[in-house]
């Protein structure tokens, strides 16, 4: 048999003593309440006040308006907040991929490939572009089309401007007379310049050919790169006399110019320039 500690034996009889709790009136000394307990009774009424106090202050902490009065527990605005800032998220995720993708096909437009199509992008790094499949970009590029959006949706379009290349002396690539104006709203942010056959093109700017090349479309077809953020373009010319990588400095011949790709019989120079990602009018720099 189990001997306990005299120490826990006493302990345990002190609980089991009894003790009688008497209310009385002072005045006359009147018995009005009376009831005997023992110290394991306080203990269980304790622990069931304890149970009642912690599920009551639950039951209204969690089921009615107290809860919102607690620093930090949302409320029904702040679930719609974070609702609205989810939407907000994946609407300008949505408009970050498009800008990648636009900015990839201008990549591809420059380096003298074809755009990529907004149902095929997906499929992009699981597709393999050979160099059969490698072409210039045609006149109703997605560059032309973003230009022509942009002035179309634009809420100043009367005040656009663009920034002034200071300083930078053009060569013009050809003497000439301007057959169709620089009209970016119209979808022409180029010009395009009569010419006789055989007429030499010269490069505008000191720069590198970074495209040279056939297109059925618009004949040999050349982009050179220039300082600060210029690009040239030379479209519907008859023979290339640079090649892709040449270096090349202003007024030096780059083409001979020709009908090859032209809508028309006549003889013209499509004639491009941009300026940090955005077409500039030529005439405003040099004369032809």
Known sequence: ???????????????????????????????????????KLYIALASV?????????????????????????????????????????????????????????????????????????????????????????????????????????????????ITQIEGTHFYPPVKGVIANEYNPAAGHPYIDITLATNTTVCATLDGTVISAGWNDDTGYTIYIQHPNDIISVYKHTEKLLVKTGDKVTAGSPVALVGSAGSPSTNVLLHFELWHKGEAINPAQYMTF
């Open 1 to 39: 048999m189990i001997q306990l500690p005299q120490t826990i034996k006493k302990r345990l009889k002190n609980l089991e003593k009894r003790h009688r709790l008497v209310i009385t009136d002072e005045q006359n000394k009147t018995e009005m309440f009376a009831t005997a307990y023992n110290r």
């Open 49 to 161: 006040a304890a149970v009642i106090l912690i599920a009551g202050t639950y039951l209204l902490t969690a089921h009615t308006f107290i809860r919102y009065t607690i620093p930090g527990y949302p409320d029904q605005s702040t679930k719609e907040a974070a609702i609205e800032n989810l939407l907000k998220i994946d609407s300008l995720e949505r408009v970050i991929e498009t800008w990648a993708f636009q900015i990839a096909n201008i990549q591809r437009v420059v380096t003298g490939m074809d755009p990529l199509q907004l149902d095929t992008a997906s499929a992009r790094s699981r597709t393999d572009v050979s160099s059969d499949t490698i072409a210039y970009a045609k006149e109703d590029s997605l560059l032309r089309a973003m230009i022509k959006e942009e002035e179309r949706f634009s809420l100043a379009k009367g005040r656009r401007h």
